[in-house]
Structures are given as structure tokens and as C-alpha cells.
């Protein structure tokens, strides 16, 4: 069982940045792929990033060259450090973990789920 603490939501203006934490309890997080969600009130749950065992990496289009996901196993530990966000980029954001590897990485369901940071984007 993993338990996952997402932090680093809050309040910025167009163009600004954030850096997202997740922290995983346990000790085989390197085992896990992660992964980073987001919701809007009213919308679907997407996929944003996700980064694999072996750190590859993989992005929703609307993000990619603006969000970055890292992790460091040490730590426990995955970031998503997001950078020029829009205020699309507006919703909840959560962490997640996965431990089967069944599936694509943006579609595959994952095993953990946090409790979600807000991220909000407005002028």
C-alpha cells in the first residue's frame, strides 16, 4: 500500500510557475511508474505526465515544453515543475502511482492516488 502527498498548488498569474511535490511513503517507490492527473470542476480527469521506472518520460500535447516531471527515488519523490502556465492549466492536480505497467502510461489505471493540489491561473 502507498499513501502519495501532493504539495506546491496555489495561486499564480499567466506566464508564472510552480513546481509540484509528491511524496510517497513505503520503500519501493522506484518500483512504480508515476504519474501527474488533472480535473476542473465540471470536466474530465486528464493525463499530464507520467515518468517510468526507467525515467522515461511522456506528456499531454498542451504541456509539452512548458511542464516537466522528475523524480527522485531517494526522497520518494516525484515534481512536476510547470512553467508559462495558462489559465487552462487550472484544476486540481494529482499524483499517482502504478505498479502493474498494463497499458499505455496516459491510459493505464493506477494503483494510488493523492489527494490533490489546486493550481490556479488567473489574471
Known amino acids: 500500500q502507498v499513501q502519495l502527498v501532493e504539495s506546491g498548488g496555489g495561486l499564480v498569474h499567466p506566464g508564472g510557475s510552480l513546481r509540484l511535490s509528491c511524496v510517497a511513503s513505503?520503500?519501493?517507490?522506484?518500483?512504480?511508474?508515476m504519474g501527474w492527473f488533472r480535473q476542473a470542476p465540471g470536466k474530465e480527469r486528464e493525463f499530464v505526465a507520467a515518468?517510468?521506472?526507467?525515467?522515461?518520460?511522456y506528456y499531454l500535447d498542451s504541456v509539452k515544453g512548458r511542464f516537466t516531471i522528475s523524480r527522485a527515488n531517494l526522497k520518494n519523490t516525484v515534481y512536476l515543475q510547470m512553467n508559462s502556465l495558462k489559465p487552462e492549466d487550472t484544476a486540481v492536480y494529482y499524483c499517482?502511482?502504478?505498479?502493474?505497467?498494463?497499458?499505455?502510461?496516459?491510459?493505464?489505471?493506477?494503483?494510488?492516488w493523492g489527494q490533490g493540489t489546486q493550481v490556479t491561473v488567473s489574471s
Open positions: 515518468i517510468t521506472r526507467t525515467q522515461s518520460t
Open positions: 513505503g520503500r519501493t517507490f522506484s518500483r512504480y511508474s
Open positions: 499517482a502511482a502504478d505498479e502493474k505497467s498494463v497499458g499505455t502510461i496516459w491510459s493505464r489505471e493506477y494503483d494510488y
